[in-house]
Structure formats: structure tokens, C-alpha cells
């Protein structure tokens, strides 16, 4: 698989899975300058896992840039999935689903799924929240299904957003749900920390400032 549209594509049969109340937070903020260095300082400010990522060079062809591309993004959806997990409430809702595309005009750049979390159940129709990261800086655009992310240019950066979608009980893909959050986007940023807390809202039914207090040490 080597098209981005194609991420939000089955998700693991939802049966059995508790339920979360929805909630839905988008983050609107100026396009930043990307970052020039490949996978140097991705999405922590540290060197995650660096010895394991497939390195990229110019010698290579486009084939073979995808299939790197796509490797290396699994392994930091992998290590995302894990850091957030490890930081959750008990009793969350936040299930590992990692699955990594790139762009088609762009093979060094591409995004990974690395979580779902169920928010609603109607009639054989499961309302999910898709949690994704992506190597570049992009445009969500959830009316058009086949290209709902844009890049705003060719060079490196880095993003987290949440999706609202629809499966069926196997899993199937539905569509976005438009009626959710912002046009179906949960939420929006570069910042791993703000990920981290709308993902602990939406998985857990906490209000995020309720969390985020939590998570504040008291004064002296």
C-alpha cells in the first residue's frame, strides 16, 4: 500500500471493545517552517529508536523510498502507540492499529494509523476516533475521501491528528463522520503533549482540563 488515502481503510472488528463518550477538540494553527533534517529529532525531541529506521539516499529509487518510508513510519507509530499507552488512565478505550502509507507524489513523505478508539455504537455502525502521525506539515480535508491530506510542502515535519469515521461490525470502512468534531477531524497538531491529552479525553471520557489539572504537580 503506498496511497495515504487508503490508511483509514478496515479497522480491527470493533466487537467486545468498550465504549467512550465522544468528544471531539480541533487545534487550528499556522503552517510552521519544516524541518530540513531526515529522520533526526522526530516527534520527541530525541533520537527515538534511531538505530532501527531505515536510512534514505539519493541513490535510491522511488520504490524503494516508499517501502523505507512506510517502514520507518510503523516503527515510530509503534513507539507512539506505546508512549501514549503507557501514560493513560486505567480503563481507557485506545486501541493499537498501526498502519503506515505514503504519498504517491512524494514517497519520503507519508503518515501512519497507530490507534482507534470506539466513541459510539448505533445499529451496526461504530463511530471511531483514528489517531495518525505524519511526516510533513498537511492540510486535512475530510469531504474529499480518496485525498484528505495534503501536504503544504515537500520538505520534513511532523503532525498528529484524530479522525472521526464510520466502520461496519467486520470493520469496513463507512466514511468520515462530517457531523463530528470539525468536518470529522478530532483534532489537529504538532505538538506530541496536546496529542497526548485529546487522545487521553476521547479514550477515557475525561474533559481534557480535568486531565490536564491531574497532571499538574501542586504548588509547594
Known amino acids: 500500500m503506498n496511497n495515504v488515502a487508503m490508511l483509514s481503510g478496515r479497522s480491527a472488528k470493533p466487537e467486545g471493545r468498550r465504549k467512550a463518550p465522544p468528544k471531539a477538540v480541533v487545534e487550528h494553527k499556522q503552517a510552521a517552517t519544516p524541518a530540513p533534517s531526515r529522520y533526526g529529532h522526530w516527534f520527541y525531541g530525541e533520537k527515538?529508536?534511531?538505530?532501527?529506521?531505515?536510512?534514505?539516499?539519493?541513490?535510491?529509487?522511488?520504490?524503494e523510498v516508499a517501502d523505507a518510508t512506510r517502514e520507518n513510519l510503523a516503527l515510530i507509530?509503534?513507539?507512539?502507540?506505546?508512549?501514549?499507552?503507557?501514560?493513560?488512565?486505567s480503563g481507557h478505550t485506545l486501541h493499537k492499529a498501526v498502519r503506515a502509507a505514503t504519498l504517491l507524489s512524494a514517497p519520503h513523505l507519508g503518515a501512519c494509523k497507530f490507534g482507534e478508539i470506539i466513541t459510539d455504537?448505533?445499529?451496526?455502525?461504530?463511530?471511531?476516533?483514528?489517531?495518525?502521525?505524519a511526516n510533513f506539515s498537511g492540510q486535512l480535508d475530510t469531504s474529499d475521501t480518496t485525498h484528505f491530506l495534503k501536504p503544504l510542502s515537500r520538505?520534513?515535519?511532523?503532525?498528529?491528528?484524530?479522525?472521526?469515521?464510520?466502520?461496519?461490525?467486520?470493520?469496513?470502512?463507512?466514511?468520515?463522520?462530517?457531523?463530528?468534531?470539525?468536518?470529522?477531524?478530532?483534532?489537529?497538531t504538532r505538538d506530541l503533549v496536546k496529542?497526548?491529552?485529546?487522545?487521553?479525553?476521547?479514550?477515557?471520557?475525561?474533559?481534557?482540563?480535568?486531565?490536564?489539572a491531574?497532571?499538574?504537580p501542586p504548588r509547594a
Open 121 to 133: 455504537y448505533e445499529h451496526d455502525r461504530y463511530d471511531l476516533v483514528q489517531v495518525f502521525l
Open 195 to 212: 496529542a497526548f491529552f485529546h487522545v487521553a479525553a476521547t479514550s477515557t471520557g475525561t474533559p481534557e482540563d480535568t486531565l490536564r
Open 48 to 63: 527515538v529508536a534511531i538505530r532501527k529506521l531505515r536510512q534514505i539516499t539519493d541513490d535510491m529509487t522511488a520504490g
Open 155 to 188: 520538505s520534513y515535519d511532523q503532525m498528529f491528528f484524530g479522525l472521526h469515521v464510520q466502520v461496519d461490525r467486520a470493520g469496513n470502512p463507512l466514511g468520515f463522520n462530517r457531523n463530528l468534531g470539525v468536518n470529522g477531524i478530532a483534532f489537529q
Open 77 to 89: 507509530g509503534e513507539e507512539t502507540c506505546k508512549r501514549i499507552t503507557a501514560k493513560l488512565p
Open 214 to 216: 491531574r497532571a499538574t
